[in-house]
């Protein structure tokens, strides 16, 4: 059993590597917290997205960071 204190985009890409090699029922990943925020009355959990997004797959390789669905326009405002 690993388990892995994390966040960030190193974080990220940290655990985007380590669960490529170790099975995922031998890999628990604790996510900070800390930086985590109301934003216009939503609520934003920008080192736990980013792990759910690497995990899945879907983060993007151009940013590092936010779902890959997503157009960089879209946080341009």
């Known amino acids: 059993m690993i ?3 994390t966040g960030g985009t190193g974080g990220a890409r940290f655990v985007d590597g380590l669960h490529r090699i170790v099975p995922s029922e ?7 917290t800390g930086d985590d925020h ?4 939503v609520y934003v959990s920008p080192d736990v997205d980013s792990i ?4 899945s797959g879907r983060l993007s390789a151009e940013r590092g960071w936010a779902y890959a ?3 960089s326009t879209a946080c341009s405002r």
């Open 26 to 32: 031998e890999l628990t990943i604790i996510v900070n």
């Open 3 to 5: 388990t892995v204190l």
């Open 52 to 55: 759910t997004y690497v995990l």
């Open 38 to 41: 109301d934003w216009w009355g």
């Open 69 to 71: 669905a997503i157009p």
